[in-house]
């Protein structure tokens, strides 16, 4: 026969799952919220930015690949060569290596969050910008936040001036950098785009198992556990 303490303590687990999960998905919600308002603002910096600079470039772009879809914050020309740039706003300690997937995040007071590793993420939009072009394509990981990262940037990973002189250094795009970059332009400008980057959204949505959603299926499970040891261990 069940203890009346484990049977308390599974009504505990259950309800305070519940609760967590009820008090926090607001607060989650308006994270994303805060966060994703950050990454636009960071990403109209680095547009004005560029723009400034006379460096030639498309924003906001998505594009269809075997997987999917990628959406593309910037893509510059500079040189004869087009270059990738990933935006991150990121705040906080930022830990990783270049070949492991998963970094972390961590804020005071915070448990660290898992985050994609941002060099990996980039090295594929750059293979897909590869695939609808034929100049050499180069890869910036511009950290436009206030993120801490032990032992410095990473290559290629660079603040916003960082960015800005290497693509100044490369000098005026050539012309096959130029065609290069229409074609970027083609894609940004196609009738099809809105609905494309809709459908991005929503997968990237879909794909991320927040951190609530975690919550709800442990407050079920316990409840689901609990009613089950009711049933089949009876006081």
Known sequence: MISAITEIGCVVIGIGAAIAAVMLRPSEDEAQSRMQ????AGERRVARALD????PAV???????????????HVAAAGDCLFVIETKTWR??????P????WTLSKPGRAPVPVYNPIMQNATHVQVIEGVTRAPVRSIVLMAGHARIPGGLQEPMMPLAGAIMRLTQAGPATARAVAALAAIEAIKQ???QTALAGRHVRRMRAMKLTRSQNLWAL???AGAAF????????T
């Open 37 to 40: 308002t950050a990454g636009a």
């Open 52 to 55: 400034r600079a006379r460096i």
């Open 59 to 73: 924003h906001d772009v998505t594009i269809r690949d075997p997987q999917g879809t990628r959406q593309i914050d």
């Open 92 to 97: 906080g300690d930022l830990r990783g290596f």
């Open 99 to 102: 070949d492991r997937p998963q």
């Open 190 to 192: 196609d009738d099809g």
């Open 219 to 221: 407050a079920g499970g």
């Open 227 to 234: 009613v089950w040891l009711m049933i089949t261990h009876p």
